[in-house]
Every structure is written in C-alpha cells, then in structure tokens.
C-alpha cells in the first residue's frame, strides 16, 4: 500500500468520510457531513479533522479539539473521534493519524492530550494504549431529554 497522505478535511471530503463514520457505529449522510465540517471549521477554531487519503481514497480521520479548562493554565487537546478503513486496519493509518494528532496539539503548546473512547470500542482502547496512552478517570454521560 502506498504511503498516506494526511491532511486537513474539507467539507468536500464528506463523501469519503460517509463509509469511515459508518464504519465507527455513527452513520451520517454526506450532506449531513458537509454540514457538521463548515459548522466545525466556523464555530470550533481549533477544532480540526485530519484526513488520511490514499490515492484519492480516504482510508482514516481524526476529529482533534481544544477544550479550555479552568483547572489547568492551557486548553486540553482532545481525540473525539479516530476511524480507519476496515480493509486498512494493522496498517499503520491509524498510528499516523494519532502522531499527527499529537504534532498539531504539541505545535499549539498543548501537553495534555484526551482520547474519548466508548465501551463498544474496546480493541480501540488497546490500540491507545499501545501508543502510550493511560487509563485517566472515568467518564460519565447523561441524555438530556
């Protein structure tokens, strides 16, 4: 397989991003898509989503935020979302997309860096792990009615 490329989505990636988000158990439509990118990239401006493409194939993402906090003197870099083509997993796609995760947090002066996971990923939470993450806490949820 060739080498990715990685680099910044556009809302004209959402197409591709379609098949890795379904893939992740978040199913969405490319118009739906495309409108959550131009909201991201408006509202969130450190808010970021990187983009593996293979040829003209994307084969991974990583959704990358900054959420500031009053409990330490820098926002926190945050890993909200990272999915790879199920044909393309233990090819090294997903490890890029983390470094490269970590390169823009480190680049902003922004040590800490967050991954959220759900339960039903747990071969995600090995994954992390082996890239030096470490059990931080426990995170609780709440539907709002």
Do not use: C, N
């Amino acid at each position: 397989m060739a080498e990715p490329i990685i680099r910044q989505a556009t809302p004209a990636d959402a197409p591709g991003l379609v098949p890795l988000l379904e893939a992740l158990g978040y199913p969405a439509d490319s118009e739906t898509i495309r409108q959550r990118l131009e909201s991201l990239l408006i509202e969130d401006p450190d808010g970021r989503v990187l983009l593996a493409v293979v040829g003209a194939s994307p084969v991974g993402f990583v959704s990358l935020h900054a959420t500031p906090v009053l409990h330490r003197p820098m926002p926190v870099g945050r890993i909200t979302a990272l999915a790879v083509a199920p044909g393309q997993h233990g090819s090294g796609i997903g490890r890029r997309l983390v470094e490269a995760a970590e390169r823009y947090f480190a680049e902003r002066g922004w040590p800490r860096v967050e991954v959220t996971s759900g339960p039903r990923h747990a071969p995600a939470h090995a994954f992390y792990r082996r890239l030096g993450y470490a059990d931080d806490g426990v995170r609780f949820v709440k539907t709002l009615p």
